[in-house]
């Protein structure tokens, strides 16, 4: 009786039938606007709150509630779909997200994932020899940047304590000296770092923010003065934190400088190149990662600038040995034969237990694209955030906040009048362009200013699509600004 529920060689056309309605439901609602401008109340009140019934609804009802989904969720293939680091997937990988949805493989152990260990294996060999890592390197597919940050963190944190105080964290738990760590990093890094500094039992206040130049890159002089007046204060700076590529601005951080400060000192260096890994890709743009060879550590986000689906993600590891301090044996699911034997658990190398074979996605999309093409579409995202800061620049209603170093720009509407409130009126315009479906586009904060933000992330996009969209929020901001009388 529960046969037509599963896929099984039996109900191989209900499965086709299935996947062909799903796609069929995502092609005929998506909205064809960035987004339907549907309140949050409104859309709490079209939500079914019996999520559950006791008896299954007639199939026709169910599949218009998820085209009703469909319809008033953000479109990412829009051109007006340009706030945040949140890519439009490749057809390609959507393919592969069928396959592994189907497959159902869980990454902890080898004899649930066989074939999706050693591919998962074979793609991290690669990641680590395409970002200049030496041969006893490795990596291990994450959820997304945060957690790779986190994890990062967590062996910059262990190794720190191990190498100083021979203390084994994983099973005493953290030494009296553990409030002496510090971590450094940009003061526009990702927030992640004071987030994984409290997770680990340090607290937020053990991160120390260093000053940014007008280019948005953590001032080298600026990090050694920091790292020698902690160690003068008898502190250790457990890890150094470099950012390629800010979610603001996509400034990246000089590498050689602090990686040859970070070795002084004695601290870990953690990469979070979560937005920035892409340019690895780039023949044009590869140069502006030199010096992320020299990481211990690399946060590398592929559902950012490699146009994956939703998640994938990766850590990094200069020395593979040091995933020790996140191994954990079970009986039944990794044991330590298994190690004697070469029988390979993932479990072993991850914070999580179940996790997806995301590996596929990546590797099938590698497969049908190439190198070239993905380069391609990295150094045409770069384009066209330089034709949007050209045309920001040159508008005299917007003030342009920075140059762009990636896919990311900053600017703002500047009112006509004095008196009126620029940072109250740039959040009400990026709020009226979202309300009404115009667009969606990102928001910051730049030295207290309120600003707005485009992150180029699809490659699609056109000057022509750019310059329109710039003209629609100035032509809003005028007429808001009218009405305001």
Request: charged share 20%; glycine share 6%; proline share 5%.
């Amino acid at each position: 009786m529960f046969d037509s529920e599963f896929l099984t060689p039996a109900n191989a056309a209900g499965y086709r039938d299935w996947i062909a309605k799903a796609a069929g439901a995502v092609i005929a609602a998506l909205p064809d606007q960035p987004y339907a401008g549907t309140s949050p109340a409104r859309l709490a009140s079209m939500i079914d709150p019996a999520c559950l019934p006791a008896h299954a609804l007639p199939a026709d009802d169910v599949w218009h509630k998820l085209r009703e989904i469909v319809a008033h969720s953000v479109n990412l293939t829009h051109p007006n779909t340009i706030a945040h680091l949140h890519c439009p997937p490749l057809v390609s990988s959507l393919a592969a997200e069928v396959v592994i949805s189907a497959l159902n493989q869980s990454m902890d152990s080898f004899d649930q994932a066989p074939a999706a260990t050693m591919l998962e294996l074979a793609v991290c060999r690669w990641l680590c020899q395409e970002a200049g890592l030496p041969a006893g390197a490795d990596a291990v597919f994450t959820a997304g940047g945060s957690q790779s940050n986190f994890m990062g963190l967590l062996l910059a944190r262990d190794v720190c304590i191990a190498s100083r105080w021979n203390w084994p964290v994983a099973q005493k738990g953290l030494p009296h000296e553990a409030g002496r760590l510090r971590f450094l990093c940009s003061e526009v890094a990702h927030f992640t770092v004071e987030k994984a500094a409290s997770q680990l039992g340090l607290g937020s206040e053990a991160v120390i923010r260093i000053p940014a130049d007008g280019a948005f890159q953590m001032i080298p002089g600026a990090l050694a003065n920091a790292l020698r007046a902690l160690q003068a204060q008898g502190l250790v700076p457990a890890a150094v934190v470099a950012t390629a590529g800010t979610t603001d601005f996509g400034s990246i951080d000089p590498l050689p400088e602090i990686a040859v400060l970070a070795r002084e000192f004695r601290a870990w260096l953690h990469v979070d190149a979560a937005y920035g890994s892409a340019l690895l890709l780039s023949a044009r743009h590869r140069e502006k990662l030199r010096g992320i060879e020299l990481a211990d550590s690399i946060s590398v986000d592929f559902h950012k600038k490699f146009w994956q689906p939703i998640s994938c993600a990766a850590l990094l590891l200069r020395d593979a040995a040091h995933f020790r301090h996140l191994a954990v044996h079970a009986d039944y699911l990794n044991p330590e034969t298994d190690e004697a034997a070469g029988i390979p658990n993932l479990v072993n190398r991850s914070v999580a237990t179940t996790r997806r074979f995301d590996a596929l996605k990546l590797w099938f999309s590698f497969q049908l694209l190439g190198r070239e093409k993905f380069a391609a579409m990295v150094d045409r995202t770069i384009e066209l955030a330089a034709h949007a800061a050209k045309q920001v620049r040159t508008n005299p209603s917007l003030e342009l906040l920075h140059e762009p170093h990636l896919s990311s720009v900053v600017f703002r509407f500047v009112p006509s009048n004095a008196a009126i409130d620029a940072d109250l009126f740039n959040a009400r315009l990026r709020q009226h362009l979202f309300d009404r479906g115009l667009a969606v586009i990102g928001h910051t904060r730049v030295r207290s200013r309120q600003c707005l933000k485009f992150t180029c992330m699809n490659p699609c996009t056109t000057e022509a699509g750019l310059d329109a969209l710039l003209g629609t929020i100035v032509s809003t901001g005028k007429q808001l600004e009218a009405a305001r009388g």
